[in-house]
């Protein structure tokens, strides 16, 4: 809140590094090539409308998108209004919820600097890896995404040569080589859970799918662009330790007549939050995303 | 290296240059493959045709390109040695073809692309894009020509690369098992492994791969490859160990197929049967197209003067 967000950041942050792209032309003969040309050609129609991470808005602006529309959803988000202030959008590619986790995350270590937070994410990031290691994975296949998130972590602390304001954090979460690099570390950490956690995760995923836990994660999980569902978010929060609440905004209504909206918390298995520990009480999450069906954004509590 | 070239900066240079790295501290002797050295993006590659297979003792050289958001995209691969099994200078793309149900994702690497190139070869194509389906006896003498000389390709550099990626190869793969020993190249490498020499002298010609392939579809073969891969890391770093694992998954199987000697005996006029049957029916399906689309048009032709 103490930033003003309105700061002219438009998405020419692009990726400024320079490769030498190598001539993909001089081959006749497409098929794939095309189909995959294709592919990403509607995405980045898509993407166009919206950056990776959107400004803040007033939850007005949630509203106003369904002035014509349902009176459920309406009645819905002015109920919603009495304990969100704001939502921040993201882009709808299939990334959306870690976009927004990431985002979401950084932004509360930044506004809190709170060390114990990150000493006791690292440590969860450090057996991440290791988990890694263990089912297999090839140390350089995902050592430079976590890098890329341990320093956006080290960034957001103040006091260090590396610190970085609000404006630079949106920034960064704006900027593909960044955001995308985020978004797959937490990709390998959601995978590596739900393979460490097999057993556990297969009714889920079955449900889900009908696929074994090993293709679920190299057809659900892995790739970048496949969207999340409570599965991969059961994961990360369990694996990284943080909590998340969901807040749905759909159709469904109950009969009693009273409107409310339902909220989900995924609190982090066998939580070892040291205040936490004892009571399993409320662990309340810092981290809102409101979910309607197919993409995730960013809520602001009041 | 041209290290000091590239922006180490660049997360795609980065990533490539530990592959480098990677590649050449396990090696294998199924494959190798290098960088060009004023483009890290562009690689040459040479494969060892799967044992037990048609493909045998063959050398097969290819291109790997990859692309400026690795490993985001998917490297591009196209074979330079005819080889029967895929088109030359035609791009096969590992990652949304038939050959791969799965999208690709950033924890494969050239190495994983390459092991399940190998494992690709004696499966069989189901007319995927880049594929060709030679006949068996066409695949081995092609397996055999490859050892005589690596193809001709590219720049100066290039070349020269080429032939490195050759020799180096000549001496990990023994030549094509013959029945006339007669025919038998003439470069016998020097250090055999006992290993290799025992599945080599089986037999002469080993419809395995094959027996295999239609034995499995090909998903069933990618996911396999797949994690075979993802596995190798487990039994540690030391390059040896890597390498005979790497080494078993294209065989995999053989033990079985060894106990079925019948298997041997495929009559090619079986395989001519099949063809000619297959095209009589594309004929006869074409034909009912063609006819059904005629209909349809003039429907519409109606339509359209109506309107």
Known sequence: ?302 | MAEDKYNLKNPAVKRILQEVKEMQSNPSDDFMSLPLEENIFDWQFAIRGPSETEFEGGIYHGRIQLPAEYPFKPPSFMLLTPNGRFETQTKICLSISNHHPEHWQPSWSVRTALVALIAFMPTNPNGALGSVEYKKEERRSLAIKSRAAAPRYGTVERQKLIDEIHECMLSKVPPVPQLSPSQDSKEHPSNREGEVQVSSQHDGATPAGEAAAEGSPNPAVGDRIVEEVQEAPLNGNPGPEVARTLNAAPSGGSSQLLQRPEMKVQKPADDRLFTWAAVGLTIAIMVLLFKKFMKSSGHGAVFMDGS
């Not at chain 1, 009176?71 to 988000?77: G, H, M, N, P, R």
């Not at chain 1, 882009?91 to 060390?115: A, K, P, T, V, W």
């Not at chain 1, 496949?226 to 978010?233: G, K």
């Not at chain 1, 520990?277 to 662990?283: P, R, Y």
């Open chain 1, 1 to 302: 809140m103490q930033n003003q967000d309105g700061v002219q950041v438009d998405g020419e942050v692009e990726s400024a590094t320079s490769v030498p792209t190598p001539e993909f032309d001089e081959w006749a003969n497409f098929g794939d090539q095309d189909i995959m040309q294709q592919h990403s050609a509607i995405r980045a129609e898509e993407a166009e409308k919206i950056p990776f991470l959107g400004d803040k808005e007033p939850l007005s602006s949630l509203a106003a998108e369904y002035q014509s529309g349902s009176a459920i959803l309406l009645e819905k988000i002015k109920v919603l209004g009495e304990q969100y202030a704001a939502i921040r959008r993201t882009r709808g590619d299939g990334n959306c919820f870690f976009r927004s986790f990431m985002f979401s995350y950084l932004e509360h270590i930044l506004e809190s600097q709170d060390q114990s937070e990150v000493d006791r994410i690292k440590a969860n990031v450090e057996q991440c890896r290791k988990t890694l290691q263990s089912l297999g994975y090839a140390d350089f296949t995902f050592e430079d995404f976590f890098a890329l998130f341990l320093e956006q972590l080290d960034s957001v602390l103040q006091g260090n040569e590396a610190s970085i304001s609000h404006d630079e954090l949106i920034l960064r979460s704006r900027d593909q080589s960044v955001s995308d690099y985020v978004v797959m570390f937490f990709r390998f950490v959601t995978s590596g859970e739900i393979r460490k956690r097999a057993e556990f995760f297969e009714p889920f995923i079955l449900g889900l799918t009908n696929a074994t836990v090993e293709q679920f994660c190299k057809s659900s999980v892995e790739p970048m662009g496949e969207e999340s569902d409570h599965v991969h978010i059961t994961a990360l929060s369990d694996a990284l330790g943080v909590p998340i609440r969901v807040v749905y905004l759909d159709r469904s209504s109950c009969d009693t007549g009273g409107v409310s909206v339902n909220h989900h918390d995924f609190v982090p298995a066998g939580s070892d939050l040291p205040n936490a520990s004892g009571c399993s009480e409320k662990v309340s999450p810092f981290i809102t995303l409101l979910y309607r069906p197919g993409h995730y954004d960013i809520l602001y509590p009041k």
